[in-house]
């Protein structure tokens, strides 16, 4: 695995507490700006807890909807234990969730990390997760929600734009190039991807004979064009 950062917001100035009946859970979503379809590898966060807690903090991704996380994605490998994190707003620090597993992001698609706790709220054993704090936002790609007994809300307190302070990572090694958006991508770039049918089919990439046609079309064509410019492209990287 080789993890490359796409998305992150690192401005750091405040924090905001949950796992508890105000703040049951978090969210933010952020929007792949991968080149490539790739699967998500890793996802971190920056956080502390309060008083005592005994449980564990989990992470999920979403698929997004537009105010809320929407549909179930994936879950990280393993839970954090509260033992692990550091104690006090003024300590937290790096926690990473790590998937091996997981499925291809999409290019330009909205996703949510989902963030809570394993055990039951407590108003006096709880988390911290540092935030940003700004007037002017410093994260475009996304938002920031929480839910209470009302379901999930906006996390905009006094009219400020807050945001995780987060580093989300894709595994390099999983690059696919997306047939139907892109099956006119230039030659340097198809050929450090593997192309098999079983992967295309798995991924939902072409649904119909007619994309079929069209995206083997398209590459009959780009192939012949590199032939008499002199490029030697094996038929091998091409399905």
Known sequence: ??????????FENDYVVFGRN???RL???????????????QFKVRLAKEGAP??????SIYDGGVNDPGTLVVTADSTVPASSINSGFANVGDV???????????LNHTYWAVLERTGSLDETNHYNIA???????PYTRGVMYFTDNTGWRRAN???????????QYYDSTTLR???????SRQSSSISNVSRTTSDIVDEDRATSSEQWSTILSTWADEERTWQLAGSKISNDSRI
């Open 157 to 167: 307190f006094s009219a400020s734009f807050y945001h995780f302070t987060f580093y």
């Open 54 to 59: 005994t449980d564990s903090l989990m992470l």
């Open 131 to 137: 935030t940003s704090n700004e007037t002017e936002n």
């Open 96 to 106: 990473t969730f790590t998937f091996t597993n997981a499925p291809y992001l999409r």
């Open 22 to 24: 105000i703040a049951r």
């Open 27 to 41: 969210a933010q979503s952020f929007t792949v700006s991968t080149e490539n379809y790739a699967k998500i590898s």
């Open 177 to 183: 190039i997306s047939l139907i958006d892109n099956a």
């Open 1 to 10: 695995m080789a993890n490359v950062l796409d998305q992150s917001q690192t």
